[in-house]
């Protein structure tokens, strides 16, 4: 079984120390199945490859299974099945653990030599040549697709010599994107096994924990977590139950129910779920503002935060919320308490009521309300309209509303219903248009208006967005 993770960020050797493996020895580490070797195939400025081998002897297979810990969904119930099965050579659960166990700090985001390094998005390409993939190559784009991979799943041929006979249940997997190398290591742990499906080991009740821990900021927003949840927990429903009620919590702007997520979609691409294309939209509109200060006001579980953080261009971040509860996502989702100093400096949580006006919040480039507003009982909303247009006064605001009119687009959602229970009004392009105009008249900005997401002939995109900037 082999992994290997490639990046070029120069100096690409750097990533000897986010793995804490020197590129000029080879490594190895006993694991429960065998032994997890690590080496470089490739090291040097340009470009570094680390290479996870995993050499699993059939035999501590076999007697780990004799423990009686793990019912296996491959059929091995036959005494030799045992001994002769493919889990030596596909990549596997076998695999997820054995990276847990070899990069374990790195999958934390922890370095201690390149703490900067280890919290910035680098271009990494991540090879698993021989991948068990239940359900064919195309699950492999929907499960690591939203997270920002470009994922190329090549079905590899049952016999090379024999065509028809059509392709096996083993795809050749290349991920290339730009992200964190704990990210890039968090997802590998998690979707290894869900993609093999077959896990080879007991799943206990702690292992909700242990997901919800591991997909902290990715796993929440996924369009196809029920699948994950269901797979990662081996079918046991009355857990997967539980993570997925965990999760929900977690996210309350997903929107699960009337996103427009892949799942519903098995025969188009799979596409950032509206979530992440807001935190997109967002972010790109601060970028284009130029801003470095920013504020992120009722930030929620911090979904966004760790996006701006993810971006050097941002000096200082600053999160409020009127919930603690929503800011102890955040700090978590963030691993405030795990930041490397200098990160930690540039980053803020406010406990802050946006219908009140807080000194702490003036004098920044720019503030987000993201799906803020129509949480507000409309009385309340002239308090904050005066609080962040009048007295916080940032150079930029970036809003986002959703756009009532979509609503009818989201078959599962009642006619009339707002698409959050929280959500206290929804307007329709018309009246936002209405209500930006009134903000720019009264305080002294002009906006832009546009929408987020497939935009529709009829109603429009499912969200509106609205880009201030002080006159
Ligand atoms: N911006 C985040 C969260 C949106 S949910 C995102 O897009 O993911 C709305 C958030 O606004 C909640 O976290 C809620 O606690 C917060 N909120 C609602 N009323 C608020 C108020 N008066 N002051 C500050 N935050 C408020």
Redesign the pocket.
């Known amino acids: 079984m082999l992994l290997t993770l490639t990046t070029t960020h120069r100096p690409a050797t750097d990533l000897g120390h986010l793995l804490v493996k020197h590129p000029d020895r080879t490594h190895a580490f006993d694991v429960p199945v065998g032994t997890a070797h690590v080496f470089y195939p490739q090291a040097d400025e340009a470009r570094c490859t680390a290479a996870l081998l995993l050499d699993v002897d059939p035999t501590r297979l076999a007697a780990a299974r004799g423990r009686g810990r793990q019912p296996t969904a491959t059929p091995e119930s036959f005494t030799l099945g045992r001994y002769v099965n493919d889990r030596p050579y596909a990549a596997s659960s076998l695999l997820a653990s054995a990276l847990s166990r070899v990069y374990r700090s790195a999958l934390r985001g922890e370095s201690r030599d390149r703490p900067e390094l280890a919290a910035t998005s680098i271009p990494l390409e991540i090879r698993v040549p021989v991948l068990r993939c239940r359900g064919g190559a195309e699950v492999a784009t929907r499960l690591f697709g939203p997270l920002g991979w470009t994922v190329t799943a090549i079905p590899i041929a049952l016999d090379e010599q024999h065509p028809q006979w059509g392709e096996s249940r083993y795809v050749d997997l290349t991920l290339t994107g730009t992200l964190r190398v704990a990210d890039a290591l968090n997802h590998l742990y998690v979707l290894l096994p869900v993609l093999d499906d077959a896990k080879h080991y007991w799943v206990a009740p702690d292992e909700v924990d242990k997901l919800l821990r591991v997909g902290a900021g990715w796993l929440a927003g996924h369009p196809e977590r029920g699948l994950i949840v269901r797979r990662y927990l081996a079918h046991r429903r009355a857990l997967a139950g539980q993570a997925l009620e965990r999760l929900a919590a977690q996210?309350?702007?997903?929107e699960p129910s009337v996103d427009d997520g892949v799942a519903d979609r098995p025969d188009q691409a799979p596409r950032a779920s509206l979530?992440a294309r807001?935190?997109e939209a967002v972010h790109a509109a601060l970028v284009e503002a130029g801003a470095q200060r920013v504020l992120?006001?009722?930030?929620?579980?911090g979904?966004?935060l760790a996006t701006l953080i993810g971006d050097r261009r941002f000096t200082e971040i600053v999160g409020?919320?009127?919930?603690t509860q929503?800011l102890g996502l955040a700090a978590r989702r963030i691993r405030l308490d795990r930041l490397p100093e200098r990160q930690r400096n540039r980053v803020t949580l406010h406990h802050?009521?946006?219908?009140y006006r807080d000194e702490r919040l003036r004098g920044y480039d720019a503030a987000?309300?993201?799906?803020?507003i129509e949480?507000?009982d409309p009385p309340?909303l002239p308090a904050?309209e005066d609080a962040v247009f009048g007295y916080a006064r940032p150079t930029t605001v970036v809003l986002?509303t959703p756009n009532v009119e979509h609503n009818v687009r989201y078959e599962s959602l009642a006619a009339g219903a707002f698409r959050h229970s929280?959500h206290r009004f929804e307007w329709t392009r018309a009246e936002f248009a209405e209500w930006v105009d009134r903000i720019c008249a009264t305080y002294g900005y002009s906006a832009v208006v546009r929408g987020i997401g497939d935009d529709d002939p009829q109603v429009g995109a499912p969200t509106q967005l609205a880009v201030f900037t002080r006159t």
């Not at 987000?368 to 803020?372: A, G, I, N, T």
């Open positions: 996210c309350p702007t997903d979530a807001r935190r992120d006001l009722g930030c929620g579980g979904a966004l409020t919320d009127v919930s929503a802050s009521a946006l219908t987000v309300l993201m799906e803020v949480h507000l309340r904050l986002t929280d």
